[in-house]
């Protein structure tokens, strides 16, 4: 099958670059030249694990192109995706702008019959309003498709290949037949429904989810004060078939591009059809807290954080990934520079897209792990990268000044702990809790 991806960020190269890989012949086009520039020349301008191979295979074997020309990508296709950002507006609600704007770009280009297929996450009505644009600008024939997303970064190239399930929120077997053959090859798990069902089904799915993590957070914080361990809590509670074992880690809450926005997107939906979803309010809300948790613990071990060098361990939102939206890690180091702490960060990948980020001076940013430990008061772990799961807990000490470990992704397990003298807090585990330090002054 011969599509344009339009939008050639983590969702569109992903999914771009896995079409081409299993047959098709795929154009991405993006309307950031210099993007495209450094795709033409076989370079990712994202990091996710096992992209740049097939990127580089599939542009040598002709069947994936890069292009900043839409005319061109709408022209040569009968199939175009629209993956462009559906980021926050002020109130929560989703901005549509760039989605809106590609429909009216591709409406203007049509040749013949096209199916367009939505992947980026919009909000129900959106695919009618896709139409009405169209059908403003021209008489050729047409379909809209909505077909969610629901790759993680960091896993996306193994999301794509083998999706839990393919959604596909269509009006006619026309366009059924068509998206339903590109997606064969990847799963035989795909739910035909209705365009509104579609896209209601990627906002609840998120928002359950992100209720998951708040709900175990919420745990966690009770653990910490009756004395339970919620990492055999979660275990506990996931091996009971209708909990599952996922998402169910406690830590400084989910962060990223997506869950904090479609949330607080599925809170307007709800609203402004007159619906209060009050639980979604309350799991926002729970998230937003968590992230601060970790200070608390900061101060309860050292008390006022002025003048005290504090090491952040992790920038990005989660691991395996450089992308730095919405990270707890900026909330976090926003809130130590008020407090007067000197922080010294360090992230294996997201450092310099965290530097752009943050929209404040006063870090210093470390080459190595252990650099930004150096003399440090104490350590936050914010993403669990592996570099840091692995660090030796002994020589982590011997380069601190007080070997204070806050552990925001709960990832050292008793065996480590129990080999260091580390003044060690996590979340929800106050078994784990080691040493004062009173020991230390
Ligand atoms: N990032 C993720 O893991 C996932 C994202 N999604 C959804 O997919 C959508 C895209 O998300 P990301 O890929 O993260 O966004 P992104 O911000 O990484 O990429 C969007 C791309 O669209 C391009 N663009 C914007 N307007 C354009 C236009 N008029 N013409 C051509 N290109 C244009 C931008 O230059 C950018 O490269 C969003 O709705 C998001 O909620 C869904 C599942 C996973
Ligand atoms: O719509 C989207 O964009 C995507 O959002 C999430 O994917 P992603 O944001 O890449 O990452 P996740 O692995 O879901 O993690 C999100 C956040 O939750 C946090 N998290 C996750 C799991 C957990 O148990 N605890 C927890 O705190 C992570 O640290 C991270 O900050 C969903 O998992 C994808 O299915 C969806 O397609």
């Given at each position: 099958m011969k599509l344009t991806v339009v939008g050639t960020g983590y969702v569109g190269l992903v999914s771009g670059v896995c079409f081409s890989e299993i047959g098709n012949n795929v154009i991405c086009i993006d309307r950031d030249a210099d993007k495209i520039d450094r795709l033409k020349n076989g370079e990712v301008p994202i990091y996710e694990p096992g992209l740049q191979e097939y990127l580089v295979n599939n542009m040598n074997n002709g069947r994936l192109e890069f292009s900043t020309d839409i005319k061109y990508g709408v022209k040569e296709s009968d199939l175009i995706i629209i993956a462009v950002g559906t980021p926050s507006l002020p109130n929560g609600e989703a901005n549509l702008a760039f989605v809106e704007e590609v429909a009216r770009n591709i409406a203007v280009e049509m040749n013949g019959y096209k199916v367009i297929m939505t992947k980026s996450t919009v909000p129900v009505g959106t695919n009618e309003r896709i139409k009405e644009i169209i059908c403003s600008i021209t008489d050729h024939p047409f379909d809209v498709v909505s077909v969610p997303e629901f790759l993680r970064e960091g896993s996306a190239v193994k999301d794509t290949f083998s999706p839990d399930r393919v959604v596909i929120g269509v009006e006619n077997k026309r366009a059924e037949e068509i998206v339903s053959e590109l997606h064969k090859p990847l799963t035989d798990k795909v739910v035909v429904t209705d365009i509104r069902s579609a896209e209601m089904i990627k906002y609840a799915s998120n928002a359950f989810l992100a209720t998951k993590i708040s709900f175990i957070n919420e745990i966690a914080n009770i653990c910490d004060k009756v004395g339970a361990d919620v990492s055999n809590v979660a275990k506990g509670m996931g091996y009971d078939k209708r909990i599952g074992p996922h998402f169910l880690n406690a830590g400084i809450g989910y962060g990223g591009s997506c869950f904090p926005k479609d949330t607080d997107a599925l809170i307007q939906i709800a609203g402004n059809a007159d619906y209060d979803f009050k639980l979604l309010k309350a799991v926002v809300d729970v998230n937003k807290h968590q992230r601060y948790n970790i200070l608390d613990k900061l101060q309860q071990v050292l008390g006022n954080l002025n003048g005290k060098k504090i090491a952040i361990w992790?920038?990005?939102?989660?691991?395996?990934?450089d992308d730095v939206r919405d990270a707890p890690a900026n909330e976090v180091i926003t809130e130590l520079l008020k407090l007067g702490a000197d922080v010294s960060a360090y992230d294996p990948i997201a450092m310099d897209n965290f530097k752009k980020s943050l929209d404040q001076d006063g870090v210093s940013w470390s080459e190595t792990a252990f650099e930004a430990v150096q003399n440090a008061d104490a350590v936050c772990l914010l993403t669990e990268w592996d570099e840091f799961k692995e660090a030796d807990l002994n020589q982590l000490e011997a380069a601190m000044r007080f070997p204070v470990l806050i552990d925001g992704r709960n990832v050292f397990t008793q065996e480590q702990l129990s080999e260091s003298n580390l003044i060690y807090h996590s979340v929800g585990r106050p078994r784990l809790q080691q040493k004062e330090l009173e020991l230390y002054v």
């Open positions: 992790g920038l990005a939102f989660k691991p395996n990934t």
